[in-house]
Antibody, heavy 119, light 105 residues
Framework: QVQLVESGGGVVQPGKSLRLSCTAS????????IHWVRQSAGRGLEWVAV????????YNAGSVKGRFSVSRDTSRNTVHLQMSGLRPDDTAVYYC????????????WGKGTTVTVSS | FEMTQPPAVSVSPGQTATITCSGE??????VCWYQQKPGQSPVLVIH???KRPSGIPERFSGSFSGNTATLTISETQALDEADYYC?????????FGGGTKLTVL
């Protein structure tokens, strides 16, 4: 069964760092671009970042630029979202999602991991 | 680049629900639709404007006119009650509409 699993969420103080991980089952993560999308409680979906299938390129939303970075560990078939300088408005459920197709679309989402930024 | 959806749509069971998504130059882009039920991850219901992934009932259909994409759910059932999001691409970034809460009364 094709699945994505996020981990690494938790409660963190403002200004601190946290690293989220995204792993896959049922397919090889290294073959696909992976997006991160977040959702604050009661709010809509907000795109955060994307990394290419080979890790050669990545892009971030303006709201996280300079604070968040996305990377791949191809040996572990894992994608990471490194978050630094966390702010209370970064509090959200963070999903990783697989990009497929031409034209592109996201076909599989993880269940999400919750990040709470609070003092 | 922004996309606008109505915050809420209500429909009676068995009737047809329509959810719109509009945006400047949206007609130049492909649109996907996602269904999200409370406490769950989004699920793709339409991609490339009108294509339905396997496992999605034929009751779900997508269409496009000008700069407005439409998700239509025919013979709406109680289990279709959810939030629905349209999504398009702005270069490498995914842009989501604000979401529409579909209530099946």
């Amino acid at each position: 069964q094709v699945q994505l699993v996020e981990s690494g969420g938790g409660v963190v103080q403002p200004g601190k760092s946290l690293r989220l991980s995204c792993t896959a089952s049922g397919f090889t993560l290294n073959n696909y671009p992976i997006h991160w999308v977040r959702q604050s409680a009661g709010r809509g979906l907000e795109w955060v970042a994307v990394i290419s299938y080979d890790g050669s390129s990545d892009y971030n939303a303006g709201s996280v630029k300079g604070r968040f970075s996305v990377s791949r560990d191809t040996s572990r078939n894992t994608v990471h979202l490194q978050m630094s300088g966390l702010r209370p408005d970064d509090t959200a459920v963070y999903y990783c999602a697989r990009l497929v197709g031409t034209p592109h679309y996201i076909d599989v989402w993880g269940k999400g991991t919750t990040v709470t930024v609070s003092s | 680049f922004e996309m606008t959806q109505p915050p809420a749509v209500s429909v009676s069971p068995g009737q047809t629900a329509t959810i719109t998504c509009s945006g400047e130059k949206l007609g130049d882009k492909y649109v996907c639709w996602y269904q999200q039920k409370p406490g769950q991850s989004p699920v793709l219901v339409i991609h490339q404007d009108y294509k339905r992934p396997s496992g999605i009932p034929e009751r779900f259909s997508g269409s496009f006119s000008g700069n407005t994409a439409t998700l239509t759910i025919s013979e709406t059932q109680a289990l279709d009650e959810a939030d629905y999001y349209c999504q398009a691409w702005d270069n490498n970034a995914a842009v989501f509409g604000g979401g529409t809460k579909l209530t099946v009364l």
